[in-house]
């Protein structure tokens, strides 16, 4: 209830933080509502102040990107010990597979696989339109990632490819002194480039 971190099903207290730990009410989701992962069942419980999904076979969890992102940048800014999920670990934990893609939850369609922050190596299933599905300990890797400064190195390499990216735009408008490409005077009479490159070819021949 407080730092979020995973615990035994028989733990009393935080292995993390010492707080006592109280039993808390899961509430069973629509039938309909299956695990994209295993097809088990799914079930409703409170992470912080939001409800998720979370499946009580492979200990996957079903949340919002609004709130996955609440939950990083609160790992970010306060630098706090790693948000997990469950007060229990899962049953059956799942067994290295081959890449597929998962439906989403909600609407069924296919959800996209994403690098985390382009640089994490953590691949996170999302539905641009519902939420983000995340496999058994998944999300305390990536606030593990948080916490390293993996966001303030994931902006700073954006940063870098921006200001690359404009010089390169800058030394594409200007010529190798600096000085801007004239264009040739047959272009700007209205001759095509296509028109202009044959004619020089045939400048050249001769």
Known sequence: PQCFSRT????RYCMECGTRIAPQALAALPEA????????????RSL????????????????????FERVCEQAD?????????ASATPRRPLAQEQVRYLACVECGDLMNRRNYASSSGIIVDVC?????????????????????????RSRERQIER???????TRMA???????????????????TLAAWVVRLLGQCVR
């Open 8 to 11: 035994s099903t028989e733990a």
């Open 33 to 44: 509502a299956a695990c994209p992962r295993c097809k088990a069942t799914l079930r409703a």
């Open 48 to 67: 912080g102040t939001a409800s998720v999904a979370e499946c009580g076979s492979c200990g996957g969890l079903w949340l919002s990107e609004e709130h």
């Open 77 to 85: 800014q306060a630098d706090e010990v790693a948000r997990g999920i």
């Open 128 to 152: 641009r339109h519902h939420g983000v599905w995340l496999d058994h300990a998944e999300l305390e890797k990536i606030l593990a990632f948080v916490r390293r400064g993996g966001l303030d």
């Open 162 to 168: 921006l200001k690359d990216q404009e010089r390169r």
């Open 173 to 191: 408008e200007v010529g190798p002194l600096g000085a801007p490409v004239p264009l040739p005077r047959e272009l700007d009479t209205g001759l």
